[in-house]
Structure formats: structure tokens, C-alpha cells
């Protein structure tokens, strides 16, 4: 991190949202960018709060020997969990979801069981509307720093001034490539969708929900990736339906096909693509230059959670910058916090895959609410797999 | 406490079937009114139900005409292919075993039949994916070669699952067959293959009957298998209904297929009966 | 034909011997064996999770069995005495309840629990004094429900087809002795259906234990074993599930064998 930006006073909201803006058009720089929001302040950051760190913050109340948490598949380090446990007696289940709309469906259908979960950005606001789950007590996770957060990916887990729910990191969704397979070049998911019927035929796989799998036809297709026009759906459902019988698998858990090379190509979020990479260099990750998703992971507690004390707990653990970087280095999604961004080894930060080039991020979109509940999205994507 | 005989006799009748029938009418009964009552409402904006009568559901079926399709496809096929698989080790176990082996050998059928369908599967999701078979094809020569989530990837997984359910009843209908059958048979001067078609086949043909409606009802419902060889590409009526209730959380529609399907069952159920009655000329045949 | 039964054995185990070799696993990967060890016998022996799925499969299998064949075996009985036309109806629940798929019955009792615990949880709410009404929910209760209902059918299916075999005259004939009811029910009927009483109990256990799509449904928080094993698929399965799968193949081989060891003396007796 360079000198200059540890001389950046913190900036305002409406100063954030108008930064926010001029990135996603493009108009400044990625570096000026982290550097204006603070996430390059993390030195500056991190010696002002000396006890962010501090991991004996939880010993008042009864924690319990249990508590389960809802999340995705190879997201966390495992040794979190045992560290979590050795410090605090708490075991953690790990549950594992292949996408938000099943999570909430399990939420829906009755008592869930979790006491922490990880839901995606555009599911908080209905979350919060139907009563799931319930404003965070922030003075129970006083290794939460707003200071050092990015808005940009905080925002969306406020609603009418209250936090329902703390950023666990952000990311984007594109395709995963296996180059000794697949030779001709890709850059957008046009080029996704075309290979998948041929070149890549019987071996490209998508994801198993609406938002990505529906969104990423439509941006081929050059509509917006969160449109809900029924005769832009049309046209999607048209070439989901016409690849169908080229795909691989309609499945979220692409990593065990990807690595034993079952599957060549799969849509792809940053951490997976990260961690298939850093193993076998020849899975190239990329981000369509037509379009796609950038999307923020939320942590948020269950309104019926069994064991509050310890969700509350865990959270807390997690969001010591000492711990989240080992998450980090582990799952490969980028943090939305400046702390642990100066914890973070060069390598990782000067991973493109993790850190793209803001030219690469701007033509991006978070997904959008009404994806969630639009029940012509979901009827399409039922429709899709069961075609 | 002066109870008449006929009052005592109709107390403990009461006493032994109450239990069973308030059971059934609990968690049968009730679900399956409550799933018509559903079938006939609308999905709630945020997905769920909403109580509403309407026949939007019902008409909507057509949307999952694929899944139906498939299942209705699949299931016969994947019990026929059981049974040619099935028969004759059934029909080794029932009369060419040697006795002292007859146990051990039956047992050894029953076994995997009473272990986890589930880990099974996965096993399979091993042997199938790219390190297992394909990968011993690779050394012979043959490269990417693609087993796992076809249909014949399911169809195979079937197979392995079911075969156990479809070996027992015809094995229990040959071992009954009277051996003296066979051998006055021989003694005439029979050849073993009329002997076969004439006398062994039509016996065993209610344990035949017994098998493939078992095995084909208990198909129409699969899920796992489908999910976890089929990729999520070759979808049954069971994965139809795990996605509408878990994904697109489309309780209403989930419901009516799920109607759709008893109803189903039953007639392929009735079909089966009817064949039954016909070839095995019995009204006996036994689905436990 | 030899060849080809053989075949069919190898077929029939070569994935149970894959499981059990890759619980021997030293890697972490249950995918590629890369030497012998025997430690995820002990990791998963010491997985308090998997320990509690375990659990919760045993307590929900022993439950619902010894209920499904409690009252399985009293319908058994009891529709003996019944007129034909409440014979029919139960005779239709029963073939319904076998005959329904799985997945519809736990997706109907999810749908008609919600509901009802919905309303329940109201009523409670309103009527309770505390602060903290109690709350129903799924869990063991729906589970044990929901599995006792299609293995009593079982139990009741079965146990009544050795009541047919037996034949009313050796009922009569202990009456006409001048036996009580309940000598004849313990000394006679007893003793006949046994066999098929605990054949029922050991059939529906199985189903209970091995049973996913059901729980799936209505287990609410609660994790089953075969639930357990689901979501150790998705998030990649290490040889601790092999070793507990391989655990309980023994536990059950022993199970089956000794029971058809009993059986097969059972019917020497009652033959001989």
C-alpha cells in the first residue's frame, strides 16, 4: 500500500455512493478507488482499534458445547471451526447450500436449526420483510469495525438505518476454464453459452438457482442481467433449454467435477475459481466483458436461532481481522475490509482473480431483490431442469 | 362395572385397531387432504402458499410433461431391466444352488439391499465420474469417455438399488415351485427349455408380477438416484417436486403434482394388477 | 448361468467394497487411496456431529419401529374381529400407505404440519400465562410420525399374512379347552406370529435407519444420519463417512444374519 493513501481522511457516505458511481462507470481508477474508500487504510486502521484483535471478548454468557451454521460449499478454512472450538468449547456444524433460494426455503419450511448463516446480498431486504431475521446487537461483536468497511459492499445489509447482517467478503461470478481442454479463447458468457455446444459439449456446467443461471443467459443475450420482462425471459428460457442437453450438470457444487476433469467449463463464483486455480493452473477464471454478477456474502442470525450466544460468538471470531485473513487465504474471496487487507500477502492481493481490474468489474451488477421473489424466474429455472 | 360380552368384545376390537387407525388418520389422511386443500391455492409472493381455489396449478402440469415423461420412461424400463438381471439369479438361487449354499447366498442378495441406498449411490458417483472407469478406460486407449449423469448412468444406479427388491419375490415364488413338477416334466420326455417356458416361467410369473410393480412403483418416486448420477439433467417427478418445494418454493404447484403422482401410481398400479390377474391367472399377488 | 450369477454378485459389491476400502483411507480425500490407516475410525468416532446423526437415526429407528409393530401387530389382531366393511377401509389405508411414494408423504406432512403448528403456536401463544409459550416445531416427533405410519403398515401387512396362514382352528381349539382369551392370546397366537412380529420390527427399523427423503422433509433441525451423508456429498466426503458406513454395514450383516439364523430355526421347529 502506498504512503499516499494513508494521508486520505475518512470520507462520508454520500461521498462513498458518488466514488461508488464514478467506479462502476468506469470514470476512476480501482487504486484511487480502495484508496478514497479507506480499504488501503488498514495499517492506519488497524492501530486504531488495538483491540480489534483482542479474542477473549466472549466469555460473558453460556455458549453452549453446539451450534450450527448454514453456508456454501468450500467456504471457510476448516480450522476456523477447530480454532473457534479449542477457544470457546462451541463445536460448529457445517451445513452446506447450493443456493439462497434453498436456504430460504428451509427457513420458510420451519425451524432451520442455525444460529449463524451466510446469505447472498439481494435476499437480506426479504429476509427482513417477512420476519426471518432479526437486527444484529453490534455491541456483541465489538471486533465489527464499520470504520474500515467498504459501503459499497455494507450497504445492502442495512435496512432503515439498522444492521441485519455484516459482510463476510464480496465477489463475482464468472466461468471457470479448463485451458487444456478447451483451446479457443472466452470473454463473455456469448462465448460461454456458444462453446457449451460445442467445443465444450457434455462438459460445461451451470449453476443450480435463478439469479446466475438465468441472469448470465440473459447478459449473453444482451439484456440486464436482473430483468424480470417476461419476453426477455422468454428468450432465455429458449437458450438455457437449447444447451440443456449439452450441459454437464445443473449443479452449484462444480469444484469435485472441475478437479477429477469431468466437467471442463462451469459458471463459477471468485473464491472457487481462486482456490481450482491455485491448484491446477490450467482452470482459468474470467469474468464476462458483457456482464455478470457482483454480489456481497452477508452473515446474518435466524430470528428462531437455537444458540444466539454462540451465533453471536462466531460471528464475532470471524470478524477479528486475525481470523478473517486465514479465512481469506483459505476460501479466496475478496474481504470488504481494510483490516484485513494489510494482513493479506502480496500474492493474494496481486491475484486477479481475487482482485480483478476495476475494467473488469464495471460492467458487473449486484443481483437485485426481485429476482428472488419473481415467480416467473423461479418457474423458468424449475422449468429449465426439469425440461 | 357390568359390561354385556358384545360391549367388552367391541371395547377391545376398539382398543387394538385405534391406535392404527388414528395413526393413519393423522399422518395420512390429513397430509394428503391438506396437499388437495394446497394443490388448488396460489403461491405466496415470497413463495410459500396462499389459500385461494383455483385450477392454475392443475393446468400448469404440462409444464413438467418432461419430468413425467421421463419417469414414466425410466421406471418400467429401469424394473425390466432389473427382472432380465433378476430372474435368472433367482431362478440359480431357487434350483440349481446347492441347499447348504441356499442360505448364505440369499443373504448375501438381502444384504446390500439393508445397507445405505445412499452411500451406495455415491460409490457409484465415484465409479462413474472420471478417476473410476473412465479412467481405466483412458489406459486402454479409450479417452474421455463420459458415464456419469446420463440416463444410463440413473438407469444403471437402478439397477444396482433395485435389483435386490426384484431378485427376493421371484426367488420366494420358484423356491415354492413343486420340484417334482419339473421332474416328471424331464421324466416325459420334456426338453429343459419347454420344460422352462411350460412349467418354471408361468409359476414364477406371480413373484415376476410381485417384483416389477414394486420395483416400478417405488421408481416413480425416486429422487436420489436421479440426483446424485443424474447431474440434475435426467429429472424425475420426485426431483420435480424436491426443487418446487426446496428452490422455486411453489407449495401449491408442488402440491398438485404431487397429486398428479399418487394418481399416477395407482393407475400403473391397477395396470400392473390387471396384467397380473391376467398372466398369472391368481388374485394373489402380494406387494410385501 | 454360474458365470453370469457371479457377475452379479461382484456387480452387487464391488461399490461396498470401494466404501469399505476408502474408509482405510491415510489421505483426507475419499477419492484417491493413498495408504493404510485406520485414524478416521477415530475421527469418526469423535465427530460429535456425526455421532449426534447417528444417534438421532437410532433413537428415530428404535422408536418408530416399536411403535409401528406395537400397533401394527394390535391392527393385525384386531382386524380379525372387525366387520367387512371396516376391514376394507383399513385394508385401503394400509395398501395406501405402502403404495404412496415417500416423497409425497414427507412433502404432505410437512405441508399439513406447518399448517397445523402454525395455528397451534397461535392458540398457545394466546392462551399461555408465561412469556415463552412453548412452540411446536418439526423435529423427532415428525420424523417418528411420519416413518411409523408407512412402516406400520408394513409391520400390519406382514403380521396379518401369518394370521391368514394360521387358521382360526387352533384359536377355536384353545377356546373350546376353556382358555381365557388371554391364555389363548399368549400361549397360542403369540408364540405363532412371533417370527413374523419381530421380522416386521427389524423391516421397519431398516426403513426408518436408511430413510432420506422423508426426514428430508419434515426433520426440521434435526440431522439423521442418511441426512448427514446428503450434505457431506455436497460439501465434499471425507473417509469418515466411508468408516461409519462401513461400521454399520457389519452392524447390520451381523443383525441379518443372526435374525435369519433365528428364523430358519423358528420354522425348523414350527415344521418339525
Same mark, same amino acid.
Not at chain 2, 420358484?174 to 424331464?186: I, Q, T
Given at each position: 500500500?502506498?504512503?499516499?493513501?494513508?494521508?486520505?481522511?475518512?470520507?462520508?457516505?454520500?461521498?462513498?455512493?458518488?466514488?461508488?458511481?464514478?467506479? /462502476?462507470?468506469?470514470?476512476?481508477?480501482?487504486?484511487?478507488?480502495?484508496?478514497?474508500?479507506?480499504?488501503?487504510?488498514?495499517?492506519?486502521?488497524?492501530?486504531?482499534?488495538?483491540?480489534?484483535?483482542?479474542?477473549?471478548?466472549?466469555?460473558?454468557?453460556?455458549?453452549?458445547?453446539?451450534?450450527?451454521?448454514?453456508?456454501?460449499?468450500?467456504?471457510?478454512?476448516?480450522?476456523?471451526?477447530? =480454532?473457534?472450538?479449542?477457544?470457546?468449547?462451541?463445536?460448529?456444524?457445517?451445513?452446506?447450500?447450493?443456493?439462497?433460494?434453498?436456504?430460504?426455503?428451509?427457513?420458510?419450511?420451519?425451524?432451520?436449526?442455525?444460529?449463524?448463516?451466510?446469505?447472498?446480498?439481494?435476499?437480506?431486504?426479504?429476509?427482513?420483510?417477512?420476519?426471518?431475521?432479526?437486527?444484529?446487537?453490534?455491541?456483541?461483536?465489538? =471486533?465489527?469495525?464499520?470504520?474500515?468497511?467498504?459501503?459499497?459492499?455494507?450497504?445492502?445489509?442495512?435496512?432503515?438505518?439498522?444492521?441485519?447482517?455484516?459482510? /463476510?467478503?464480496?465477489?463475482?461470478?464468472?466461468?471457470?476454464?479448463?485451458?487444456? /481442454?478447451?483451446?479457443?479463447?472466452?470473454?463473455?458468457?456469448?462465448?460461454?453459452?456458444?462453446?457449451?455446444?460445442?467445443?465444450?459439449?457434455?462438459?460445461?456446467?451451470?449453476?443450480?438457482?435463478?439469479?446466475?443461471?438465468?441472469?448470465?443467459?440473459?447478459?449473453?443475450?444482451?439484456?440486464?442481467?436482473?430483468?424480470?420482462?417476461?419476453?426477455?425471459?422468454? /428468450?432465455?428460457?429458449?437458450?438455457?433449454?437449447?444447451?440443456?442437453?449439452?450441459?454437464?450438470?445443473?449443479?452449484?457444487?462444480?469444484?469435485?467435477?472441475?478437479?477429477?476433469?469431468?466437467?471442463?467449463?462451469?459458471?463459477?463464483?471468485?473464491?472457487?475459481?481462486?482456490?481450482?486455480?491455485?491448484?491446477?493452473?490450467?482452470?482459468?477464471?474470467?469474468?464476462?466483458?458483457?456482464?455478470?454478477?457482483?454480489?456481497?456474502?452477508?452473515?446474518?442470525?435466524?430470528?428462531?436461532?437455537?444458540?444466539?450466544?454462540?451465533?453471536?460468538?462466531?460471528? =464475532?471470531?470471524?470478524?477479528?481481522?486475525?481470523?478473517?485473513?486465514?479465512?481469506?487465504?483459505?476460501?479466496?474471496?475478496?474481504?470488504?475490509?481494510?483490516?484485513?487487507?494489510?494482513?493479506?500477502?502480496?500474492?493474494?492481493?496481486? =491475484?486477479?482473480?481475487?482482485?480483478?481490474?476495476?475494467?473488469?468489474?464495471?460492467?458487473?451488477?449486484?443481483?437485485?431483490?426481485?429476482?428472488?421473489?419473481?415467480?416467473?424466474?423461479?418457474?423458468?429455472?424449475?422449468?429449465?431442469?426439469?425440461? | 362395572?357390568?359390561?354385556?360380552?358384545?360391549?367388552?368384545?367391541?371395547?377391545?376390537?376398539?382398543?387394538?385397531?385405534?391406535?392404527?387407525?388414528?395413526?393413519?388418520?393423522?399422518?395420512?389422511?390429513?397430509?394428503?387432504?391438506?396437499?388437495?386443500?394446497?394443490?388448488?391455492?396460489?403461491?405466496?409472493?415470497?413463495?410459500?402458499?396462499?389459500?385461494?381455489?383455483?385450477?392454475?396449478?392443475?393446468?400448469?402440469?404440462?409444464?413438467?410433461?418432461?419430468?413425467?415423461?421421463?419417469?414414466?420412461?425410466?421406471?418400467?424400463?429401469?424394473?425390466?431391466?432389473?427382472?432380465?438381471?433378476?430372474?435368472?439369479?433367482?431362478?440359480?438361487?431357487?434350483?440349481?444352488?446347492?441347499?447348504?449354499?441356499?442360505?448364505?447366498?440369499?443373504?448375501?442378495?438381502?444384504?446390500?439391499?439393508?445397507?445405505?441406498?445412499?452411500?451406495?449411490?455415491?460409490?457409484?458417483?465415484?465409479?462413474?465420474?472420471?478417476?473410476?472407469?473412465?479412467?481405466?478406460?483412458?489406459?486402454?486407449?479409450?479417452?474421455?469417455?463420459?458415464?456419469?449423469?446420463?440416463?444410463?448412468?440413473?438407469?444403471?444406479?437402478?439397477?444396482?438399488?433395485?435389483?435386490?427388491?426384484?431378485?427376493?419375490?421371484?426367488?420366494?415364488?420358484?423356491?415354492?415351485?413343486?420340484?417334482?413338477?419339473?421332474?416328471?416334466?424331464?421324466?416325459?420326455?420334456?426338453?429343459?427349455?419347454?420344460?422352462?417356458?411350460?412349467?418354471?416361467?408361468?409359476?414364477?410369473?406371480?413373484?415376476?408380477?410381485?417384483?416389477?410393480?414394486?420395483?416400478?412403483?417405488?421408481?416413480?418416486?425416486?429422487?436420489?438416484?436421479?440426483?446424485?448420477?443424474?447431474?440434475?439433467?435426467?429429472?424425475?417427478?420426485?426431483?420435480?417436486?424436491?426443487?418446487?418445494?426446496?428452490?422455486?418454493?411453489?407449495?401449491?404447484?408442488?402440491?398438485?403434482?404431487?397429486?398428479?403422482?399418487?394418481?399416477?401410481?395407482?393407475?400403473?398400479?391397477?395396470?400392473?394388477?390387471?396384467?397380473?390377474?391376467?398372466?398369472?391367472?391368481?388374485?394373489?399377488?402380494?406387494?410385501? | 448361468?454360474?458365470?453370469?450369477?457371479?457377475?452379479?454378485?461382484?456387480?452387487?459389491?464391488?461399490?461396498?467394497?470401494?466404501?469399505?476400502?476408502?474408509?482405510?483411507?491415510?489421505?483426507?480425500? *475419499?477419492?484417491?487411496?493413498?495408504?493404510?490407516?485406520?485414524?478416521?475410525?477415530?475421527?469418526?468416532?469423535?465427530? *460429535?456431529?456425526?455421532?449426534?446423526?447417528?444417534?438421532?437415526?437410532?433413537?428415530?429407528?428404535?422408536?418408530?419401529?416399536?411403535?409401528?409393530?406395537?400397533?401394527?401387530?394390535?391392527?393385525?389382531?384386531?382386524?380379525?374381529?372387525?366387520?367387512?366393511?371396516?376391514?376394507?377401509?383399513?385394508?385401503?389405508?394400509?395398501?395406501?400407505?405402502?403404495?404412496?411414494?415417500?416423497?409425497?408423504?414427507?412433502?404432505?406432512?410437512?405441508?399439513?404440519?406447518?399448517?397445523?403448528?402454525?395455528?397451534?403456536?397461535?392458540?398457545?401463544?394466546?392462551?399461555?400465562?408465561?412469556?415463552?409459550?412453548?412452540?411446536?416445531?418439526?423435529?423427532?416427533?415428525?420424523?417418528?410420525?411420519?416413518?411409523?405410519?408407512?412402516?406400520?403398515?408394513?409391520?400390519?401387512?406382514?403380521?396379518?399374512?401369518?394370521?391368514?396362514?394360521?387358521?382360526?382352528?387352533?384359536?377355536?381349539?384353545?377356546?373350546?379347552?376353556?382358555?381365557?382369551?388371554?391364555?389363548? &392370546?399368549?400361549?397360542?397366537?403369540?408364540?405363532?406370529?412371533?417370527?413374523?412380529?419381530?421380522?416386521?420390527?427389524?423391516?421397519?427399523?431398516?426403513?426408518?435407519?436408511?430413510?432420506?427423503?422423508?426426514? &428430508?422433509?419434515?426433520?426440521?433441525?434435526?440431522?439423521?444420519?442418511?441426512?448427514?451423508?446428503?450434505?457431506?456429498?455436497?460439501?465434499?466426503?471425507?473417509?469418515?463417512?466411508?468408516?461409519?458406513?462401513?461400521?454399520?454395514?457389519?452392524?447390520?450383516?451381523?443383525?441379518?444374519?443372526?435374525?435369519?439364523?433365528?428364523?430358519?430355526?423358528?420354522?425348523?421347529?414350527?415344521?418339525?
Amino acid at each position: 500500500m502506498s504512503k499516499k493513501h494513508l494521508e486520505n481522511a475518512p470520507i462520508t457516505a454520500s461521498q462513498l455512493t458518488d466514488e461508488f458511481m464514478r467506479l /462502476k462507470k468506469g470514470s476512476v481508477s480501482r487504486r484511487h478507488f480502495l484508496g478514497v474508500t479507506g480499504l488501503g487504510l488498514a495499517t492506519a486502521v488497524l492501530a486504531r482499534f488495538p483491540g480489534a484483535q483482542n479474542a477473549a471478548a466472549y466469555a460473558a454468557g453460556d455458549l453452549g458445547t453446539q451450534m450450527s451454521i448454514a453456508t456454501w460449499p468450500n467456504y471457510h478454512d476448516p480450522k476456523t471451526f477447530e =480454532n473457534f472450538q479449542a477457544a470457546t468449547g462451541v463445536a460448529v456444524e457445517v451445513n452446506v447450500f447450493g443456493s439462497n433460494e434453498e436456504m430460504l426455503a428451509k427457513i420458510q419450511a420451519g425451524a432451520s436449526g442455525w444460529s449463524l448463516f451466510v446469505p447472498t446480498n439481494y435476499t437480506i431486504s426479504t429476509y427482513q420483510k417477512l420476519g426471518l431475521i432479526e437486527e444484529l446487537d453490534l455491541s456483541m461483536i465489538p =471486533n465489527f469495525s464499520q470504520e474500515s468497511e467498504n459501503p459499497r459492499f455494507t450497504d445492502q445489509g442495512k435496512i432503515d438505518g439498522k444492521t441485519y447482517a455484516l459482510p /463476510k467478503n464480496w465477489g463475482t461470478t464468472g466461468f471457470s476454464v479448463n485451458t487444456s /481442454k478447451i483451446k479457443t479463447p472466452m470473454t463473455s458468457w456469448k462465448d460461454f453459452f456458444e462453446i457449451a455446444q460445442t467445443e465444450a459439449d457434455g462438459r460445461a456446467m451451470v449453476h443450480d438457482y435463478q439469479l446466475t443461471t438465468i441472469g448470465s443467459a440473459l447478459v449473453a443475450l444482451g439484456y440486464d442481467f436482473n430483468s424480470i420482462k417476461a419476453d426477455e425471459l422468454a /428468450k432465455a428460457e429458449e437458450l438455457l433449454i437449447q444447451v440443456k442437453p449439452h450441459l454437464f450438470a445443473i449443479n452449484s457444487d462444480y469444484q469435485p467435477s472441475m478437479r477429477s476433469t469431468d466437467a471442463w467449463m462451469t459458471m463459477c463464483w471468485t473464491n472457487d475459481g481462486a482456490q481450482l486455480n491455485r491448484d491446477m493452473p490450467e482452470i482459468a477464471y474470467i469474468l464476462g466483458k458483457d456482464g455478470g454478477e457482483i454480489w456481497t456474502d452477508y452473515y446474518a442470525i435466524p430470528k428462531d436461532a437455537p444458540n444466539k450466544a454462540a451465533g453471536y460468538a462466531l460471528l =464475532n471470531y470471524l470478524m477479528d481481522p486475525a481470523n478473517a485473513v486465514k479465512e481469506h487465504i483459505a476460501n479466496g474471496a475478496p474481504t470488504t475490509d481494510s483490516r484485513v487487507i494489510a494482513l493479506l500477502p502480496a500474492e493474494v492481493t496481486g =491475484n486477479k482473480i481475487v482482485y480483478p481490474d476495476e475494467a473488469a468489474l464495471t460492467p458487473l451488477e449486484f443481483g437485485a431483490a426481485v429476482t428472488l421473489t419473481d415467480p416467473g424466474r423461479a418457474e423458468l429455472m424449475a422449468r429449465f431442469k426439469s425440461a | 362395572m357390568a359390561l354385556t360380552q358384545a360391549t367388552r368384545k367391541k371395547l377391545v376390537t376398539l382398543a387394538l385397531v385405534g391406535p392404527a387407525g388414528l395413526w393413519l388418520g393423522l399422518f395420512l389422511v390429513l397430509p394428503f387432504i391438506a396437499m388437495v386443500v394446497f394443490s388448488f391455492g396460489r403461491r405466496a409472493p415470497e413463495g410459500g402458499y396462499q389459500a385461494a381455489f383455483t385450477f392454475e396449478q392443475f393446468a400448469n402440469l404440462g409444464s413438467r410433461a418432461a419430468a413425467f415423461a421421463n419417469t414414466l420412461m425410466l421406471a418400467p424400463v429401469g424394473a425390466l431391466a432389473c427382472l432380465l438381471i433378476a430372474y435368472p439369479v433367482a431362478y440359480y438361487l431357487a434350483v440349481k444352488a446347492a441347499p447348504r449354499h441356499r442360505l448364505l447366498l440369499v443373504s448375501l442378495v438381502v444384504v446390500p439391499f439393508w445397507t445405505s441406498l445412499l452411500v451406495r449411490t455415491y460409490a457409484w458417483m465415484y465409479l462413474l465420474g472420471a478417476r473410476g472407469i473412465p479412467h481405466l478406460l483412458e489406459l486402454i486407449g479409450i479417452e474421455n469417455v463420459r458415464l456419469i449423469n446420463t440416463p444410463m448412468a440413473v438407469l444403471l444406479g437402478i439397477v444396482y438399488g433395485y435389483l435386490p427388491l426384484m431378485i427376493m419375490p421371484i426367488y420366494v415364488s420358484l423356491e415354492k415351485l413343486d420340484r417334482r413338477l419339473l421332474e416328471a416334466s424331464a421324466d416325459l420326455g420334456a426338453k429343459p427349455v419347454s420344460t422352462f417356458f411350460g412349467i418354471t416361467l408361468p409359476l414364477s410369473l406371480p413373484g415376476v408380477m410381485t417384483g416389477l410393480a414394486l420395483v416400478t412403483i417405488l421408481l416413480l418416486g425416486e429422487y436420489l438416484i436421479p440426483q446424485l448420477l443424474g447431474g440434475g439433467k435426467v429429472f424425475f417427478i420426485g426431483n420435480a417436486l424436491v426443487d418446487l418445494f426446496l428452490q422455486s418454493r411453489n407449495w401449491p404447484f408442488g402440491s398438485a403434482i404431487a397429486v398428479t403422482l399418487v394418481v399416477v401410481v395407482v393407475i400403473v398400479l391397477t395396470i400392473a394388477m390387471r396384467i397380473a390377474w391376467r398372466f398369472a391367472g391368481t388374485r394373489q399377488v402380494d406387494l410385501v | 448361468m454360474r458365470a453370469l450369477v457371479t457377475s452379479v454378485y461382484v456387480f452387487l459389491y464391488t461399490p461396498i467394497a470401494l466404501i469399505v476400502l476408502f474408509s482405510f483411507n491415510a489421505g483426507r480425500n *475419499a477419492s484417491e487411496f493413498t495408504g493404510f490407516s485406520t485414524e478416521w475410525y477415530g475421527k469418526a468416532l469423535s465427530n *460429535a456431529f456425526l455421532m449426534d446423526a447417528l444417534q438421532n437415526s437410532l433413537v428415530v429407528g428404535l422408536v418408530s419401529a416399536t411403535l409401528a409393530t406395537l400397533f401394527g401387530t394390535m391392527a393385525a389382531l384386531g382386524l380379525e374381529r372387525v366387520g367387512p366393511r371396516m376391514r376394507a377401509i383399513f385394508d385401503a389405508l394400509f395398501a395406501a400407505a405402502i403404495v404412496v411414494p415417500g416423497v409425497v408423504i414427507g412433502i404432505a406432512t410437512l405441508v399439513a404440519l406447518v399448517q397445523v403448528f402454525g395455528i397451534a403456536n397461535g392458540a398457545l401463544a394466546a392462551i399461555w400465562p408465561g412469556d415463552a409459550p412453548p412452540k411446536l416445531a418439526l423435529g423427532f416427533g415428525s420424523i417418528i410420525a411420519a416413518h411409523g405410519m408407512f412402516t406400520m403398515a408394513l409391520v400390519t401387512m406382514i403380521v396379518k399374512a401369518r394370521i391368514a396362514s394360521l387358521g382360526r382352528d387352533i384359536v377355536e381349539a384353545s377356546s373350546d379347552l376353556y382358555a381365557t382369551p388371554m391364555t389363548t &392370546f399368549w400361549q397360542i397366537v403369540l408364540p405363532q406370529i412371533l417370527p413374523s412380529v419381530l421380522a416386521g420390527f427389524l423391516l421397519a427399523f431398516t426403513f426408518s435407519f436408511d430413510d432420506f427423503i422423508i426426514a &428430508f422433509f419434515v426433520a426440521g433441525s434435526k440431522t439423521t444420519l442418511p441426512i448427514y451423508v446428503f450434505a457431506s456429498i455436497r460439501r465434499g466426503v471425507t473417509p469418515e463417512i466411508n468408516a461409519i458406513a462401513s461400521m454399520v454395514l457389519v452392524a447390520s450383516l451381523i443383525l441379518i444374519l443372526s435374525a435369519r439364523l433365528l428364523m430358519r430355526d423358528g420354522r425348523n421347529t414350527a415344521t418339525t
